[in-house]
């Protein structure tokens, strides 16, 4: 969900003129996302450890798949979280511009006063800006590597672990530390062939060189194939382990 949020965030920064700003404290608070990546590796083993007998390796994989559509939830809820979490993370970058500091910031958040203002910030997603959208201006071979690499980084630990578990025990753990590899190629081809051009229209709509509705029509788009991904997971997850299995 905080990864469909990070879309957003070049929103927050173009509108508030403070891109930097906006990456800095979306950074702080992707901390929760990335510990909650790390505290999911342990889990996924236990379940993989309590699943290791062939007779089991049926339900192991139903239970995959359920981690992998928890996530296709994840990514419809940040959808529908994004206009709030726009409108929210605009009034935090103006008052961490204001404090100058993350403890000072949050200090300020906690206020009571704060607190009482978030229901007022509440938006529901709306269907009239599909009709803002200009898709012509986004090249579609972004999309569709963002598809395969969210795809890819959705199922990565988990073809792993499943692989640990179909594979003869001399080759479990080979298989199973294959989930850092596998995972480090999605983020390599996502830093190299998605995110650079993402940057380029985000710093273009900031300059007014593009109307800002192009930036919106990016992370429209980048959105929709972040969860066209997280469903393409399921159709990968078995070739997946296969492929890692053949080659541990």
């Keep these: ?74 990514t419809l809820l940040g959808i529908i979280l994004i206009p709030t979490f726009l409108s929210l993370f605009i009034k935090a970058i103006k008052a961490l511009a204001r404090r100058g500091s993350i403890p000072a910031f949050l200090f300020e958040c906690m206020a009571p006063a704060k607190l009482k203002s978030v229901p007022g910030s509440i938006r529901l997603p709306d269907r009239r800006i599909l009709s803002r959208l200009k898709p012509e201006a986004i090249p579609i071979q972004l999309i569709l590597l963002n598809v395969i690499i969210t795809a890819i980084y959705t199922t990565g630990v988990l073809s792993a672990a499943y692989a640990a578990a179909i594979v003869p025990p001399s080759k479990s753990i080979a298989a199973s530390l294959s989930s850092g590899l596998v995972n480090g190629i999605a983020t390599v081809l996502f830093t190299i062939l998605v995110d650079p051009k993402s940057a380029v229209i985000t710093d273009q709509a900031m300059r007014g060189e593009i109307d800002i509705s192009v930036a919106d029509t990016l992370v429209a788009y980048l959105i929709g194939s972040k969860l066209a991904g997280t469903l393409l997971a399921q159709l990968i997850f078995i070739p997946a382990t296969w492929v890692i299995a053949y080659f541990v």
């Design 1 to 74: 969900m905080i990864d469909t949020l990070s879309y957003s965030v070049r929103l927050g920064g173009i509108r508030t003129r403070q891109l930097a700003l906006a990456l800095s404290l979306f950074n702080s608070i992707a901390l929760i996302s990335r510990t909650a990546n790390m505290l999911q590796a342990p889990l996924v083993g236990r379940l993989v450890g309590a699943n290791l007998s062939p007779e089991r390796h049926a339900a192991l994989a139903g239970s995959m798949r359920m981690v992998i559509a928890s996530a296709t939830a994840g």
